[in-house]
């Protein structure tokens, strides 16, 4: 064979070789590309098969989109179920809003009588702004609990003693209970370091306060007492109202249940929905049961130590 012949040769295999090569390369980026448009098309059917890859750049790659596509996924659902929630939360504050702002427009419509008299227009006028007063509560009381549960509001809690804490809370309703004769006795308790945010935390047990002075009796008395357990220190507040059936002991805390007991009487059905949602953050709770002398015992728990 000639030097010329061998040359010919040589390039044949390289030439053939690098085509084969080229081939192969294309084959391989192709059947990438091809793993790559049926996860897409998993993603978008809602699918998530795991494979397993080699240690490549390419897998590398391929992992790194199926890590965007869960991460998309998750947020479309944290999406969805934030519109659920938002459509629920509007469909019940149009429900609750509805009454009140139907009696302000009345009894505005009712003002422009020319006869009335000055005590008729002042009763219209006071009726107003107690309906107005419930509709500005009933709206930050839901803003305030929507913003605690999806996170957007945040507050922080330490160490820090219970007795101011309760004091602040009586305090805020001593006008009301005044209004009714009713009075609020605090047992004597030695003051405990608990794992709560005052001003969050007397908030919470306000909102208990002021449902057991809307729903007793004139003259009757709410007790107060402070319980030290191993892990948490239960409040116990105990009112002389109709009280709650067992069976609506859970209920009772969900956004607008109002139970049977208390139907007539006003209120938004949403003092206890709040007060369990800020306790919440501070990994406390609350539960009601009857109350041994008649009326219902509503016990907020407060953690001793904030590691636990």
């Known amino acids: 064979m000639s030097r010329n012949d061998m040359w010919y040769v040589v390039a044949a295999v390289v030439s053939t070789l ?15 590309i091809r793993r790559m448009f049926r996860m897409l098309r998993r993603y978008q059917g809602q699918e998530y098969a795991q494979e397993t890859l080699a240690d490549t750049r390419e897998s590398k790659l391929e992992a790194q989109l199926r890590k965007l596509l ?14 659920e929630n938002l459509a629920g939360l509007l469909s019940d504050l149009s429900h609750q809003l509805k009454t009140p702002l139907a009696n302000v427009m009345m009894d505005a419509e009712l003002l422009q009588d020319e006869t009335l008299s000055n005590e008729e227009r002042r009763g219209f006028s006071k009726h107003i702004a107690e309906q107005a007063e419930k509709m500005q509560w009933l709206l ?12 957007i509001l945040h507050f922080e809690a330490k160490q820090q003693g219970i007795r101011q804490t309760l004091a602040q809370s009586v305090s805020a309703v001593y006008v009301q209970a005044q209004e009714k004769e009713i009075s609020i006795v605090t047992q004597e308790f030695t003051d405990r370091e608990l794992y709560h945010n005052r001003k969050w935390t007397a908030e919470a047990i306000t909102n208990i306060l002021e449902n057991a002075v809307k729903y007793s009796p004139e003259g009757s008395c709410i007790q107060i007492d402070v319980q030290p357990l191993e892990i948490y220190t239960r409040i116990n507040i105990r009112d002389q109202g109709p009280g709650v059936k067992p069976e609506e002991y859970n209920k009772i805390f969900q956004r607008f249940y109002r139970g049977s007991a208390m139907s007539e009487a006003e209120g938004t059905g949403l003092g206890l929905y709040l007060a369990q949602t800020i306790l919440a953050q501070e990994k406390g709770y ?5 109350n041994q002398e008649g009326g219902s015992c509503f016990s907020v728990f407060l953690l001793n130590e904030s590691n636990i």
């Open 286 to 290: 609350i539960t009601a049961a009857a």
């Open 18 to 32: 690098a085509v084969l090569t080229a081939l192969g390369s294309f084959l391989y980026y192709r059947g990438q």
């Open 70 to 83: 869960r991460q998309s996924a998750l947020q479309q659902e944290q999406a969805k179920k934030d519109k």
């Open 140 to 151: 930050s009381a839901l803003i305030k609990a929507s913003r605690l549960e999806t996170g």
